[in-house]
């Protein structure tokens, strides 16, 4: 392997953008890169596993936080992983939640659909009806009330 890859030959082996890669660096995720003789970030192959590393756990759906605990294990070799296994648990739950929220919310749009069977004019779509009503009253509307929790927080 090549011990000496610029940022946009990293983005194209681990498939993720150049901005991407600097905003790992600003949070940490990935150390601060060497710099060529033309002031270019170079990256070594233990940068680019580390890279590979964090995209998998963003595809699983991770949040930084978790990617850090996890780096700071992967860090770490000789640690426990018990808190790795919390961690990982901890996850399952919440796309558990997130799934139960996601089955509602397509109820919910079925629900809404069902409202307007046929074209017709838009000052007649009930759709288009139902849509301006408040959303606190959708709030405490009976089979809405995941809405409250999405509106008052975003994914971890």
Same mark, same amino acid.
């Given at each position: 392997?090549?011990?000496?890859?610029?940022?946009?030959?990293?983005?194209?082996?681990?498939?993720?953008?150049?901005?991407?890669?600097?905003? &790992?660096?600003?949070?940490? +995720?990935?150390?601060?890169?060497?710099?060529?003789?033309?002031? &270019?970030?170079? &990256?070594? *192959?233990?940068?680019?596993?580390?890279?590979? $590393?964090?995209?998998?756990?963003?595809?699983?759906?991770?949040?930084?936080?978790?990617?850090?605990?996890?780096?700071? $294990?992967? #860090?770490?070799?000789?640690?426990?992983?018990?808190?790795?296994? %919390?961690?990982? *648990?901890?996850?399952?739950?919440?796309?558990?939640?997130?799934?139960?929220?996601?089955?509602? +919310?397509?109820?919910?749009?079925?629900?809404?659909?069902?409202?307007?069977?046929? %074209?017709?004019?838009?000052? #007649?779509?009930?759709?288009?009806?139902?849509? %301006?009503?408040?959303?606190? *009253?959708?709030?405490?509307?009976?089979?809405?009330?995941?809405?409250?929790?999405?509106?008052?927080?975003?994914?971890?």
């Amino acid at each position: 392997m090549n011990d000496s890859l610029k940022i946009g030959e990293l983005a194209k082996r681990t498939g993720a953008l150049v901005e991407t890669i600097r905003y &790992y660096e600003r949070e940490g +995720l990935l150390p601060k890169p060497g710099r060529s003789e033309g002031n &270019y970030r170079v &990256y070594s *192959d233990t940068d680019l596993e580390r890279l590979q $590393f964090i995209r998998h756990c963003r595809s699983l759906d991770m949040t930084l936080e978790e990617i850090r605990d996890l780096l700071r $294990f992967r #860090d770490s070799p000789d640690e426990n992983c018990g808190e790795v296994n %919390a961690l990982l *648990d901890e996850h399952i739950e919440h796309v558990t939640k997130r799934i139960k929220e996601l089955k509602l +919310l397509q109820k919910n749009l079925i629900g809404l659909r069902s409202l307007c069977q046929q %074209a017709q004019a838009s000052k #007649d779509c009930r759709i288009l009806q139902s849509l %301006a009503t408040p959303v606190n *009253d959708l709030l405490q509307s009976p089979g809405v009330q995941h809405r409250k929790s999405r509106l008052h927080k975003t994914h971890r």
